[in-house]
């Protein structure tokens, strides 16, 4: 997989790029919006697969770098930032980002959400129904063609979001899901009057799925499936 990582910090660039190169990710690295333009617009070495952007670049505003690489492609862009309040992220996810993630981060973290894009913008445009493993989560039971759940055989009724979300979380077991990051890809909204209704809605799913432990709440920051259904 070919990244694109703008970074201006060379110290931080070259530590994550060796750590990226080591799991076998080819790293091209721009410490300037406009390099980083210029990376994009240059495909002698082929598209890249997905896009590190850093928001604090000393030549431009890292949105307005975000903007300037959207007119040109689609390629999945991870916003990698130090501005952690709640505000500037779903500010992020609303300006189209496919993610977000707060230094400093894990690397196994980062990992995880540079597979998941990578992966959300491979499938199919539309929401074309595919033939797509079922995910089993010890007695829950996800049919991801039919939109079907159940629990030890049996079917569970599961409202549109409820379903959603059980889908997000389960495609990643173990990994962190910020409330931000929920909210705009379930609900698609900027946040507003949303936190309850998440709330209300894992309350819903651990009720109907009759196993409390299996969405983790991770405190401050978001929610997690299991990563060994109880």
């Known amino acids: 997989m070919r990244l694109l990582l703008v970074e201006?910090?060379?110290?931080?660039?070259?530590?994550?790029?060796?750590?990226?190169?080591?799991?076998?990710?080819?790293?091209?690295?721009?410490?300037?919006?406009?390099?980083?333009?210029d990376a994009v617009l240059s495909t002698g070495a082929g598209p890249f697969d997905?896009?590190?952007?850093?928001?604090?670049?000393?030549?431009?505003d890292g949105y307005t770098v975000?903007?300037?690489?959207?007119?040109?492609?689609?390629?999945?862009?991870?916003?990698?930032?130090?501005?952690g309040d709640?505000?500037?992220?779903?500010?992020?996810?609303?300006?189209?980002?496919?993610?977000?993630?707060?230094?400093?981060?894990?690397?196994?973290?980062?990992?995880?959400r540079i597979h998941a894009v990578s992966r959300r913008a491979a499938a199919p445009v539309g929401g074309e129904a595919r033939n797509?493993?079922?995910?089993?989560?010890?007695?829950?039971?996800?049919?991801?063609?039919?939109?079907?759940?159940?629990?030890?055989?049996?079917?569970?009724?599961?409202t549109r979001k409820e379903y959603d979300l059980l889908v997000l979380l389960a495609q990643r077991p173990g990994v962190v899901f910020r409330r931000e990051q929920i909210i705009s890809e379930v609900w698609e909204s900027r946040g507003e009057g949303t936190e309850r209704t998440l709330e209300v809605h894992v309350a819903s799913l651990r009720s109907k799925l009759r196993?409390?432990?299996?969405?983790e709440v991770v405190r401050g920051?978001?929610?997690?499936?299991?990563?060994?259904?109880?």
């Open 66 to 83: 975000y903007g300037r690489i959207r007119r040109w492609t689609g390629t999945p862009v991870i916003m990698v930032t130090a501005r």
């Open 50 to 60: 997905v896009i590190l952007l850093d928001l604090g670049l000393p030549d431009q």
């Open 8 to 37: 201006d910090d060379n110290h931080v660039a070259a530590a994550v790029s060796a750590v990226l190169t080591r799991h076998g990710f080819q790293v091209v690295h721009a410490a300037t919006g406009q390099a980083a333009v």
């Open 221 to 230: 920051v978001g929610y997690r499936l299991a990563a060994t259904a109880p």
């Open 132 to 158: 797509e493993p079922d995910l089993r989560l010890g007695a829950v039971r996800i049919e991801l063609t039919a939109r079907r759940v159940s629990v030890g055989g049996s079917e569970v009724h599961l």
């Open 86 to 112: 709640v505000r500037s992220r779903i500010h992020g996810l609303n300006r189209g980002a496919d993610d977000y993630v707060v230094k400093p981060y894990s690397t196994s973290e980062l990992i995880a």
């Open 211 to 215: 196993t409390p432990a299996l969405i």
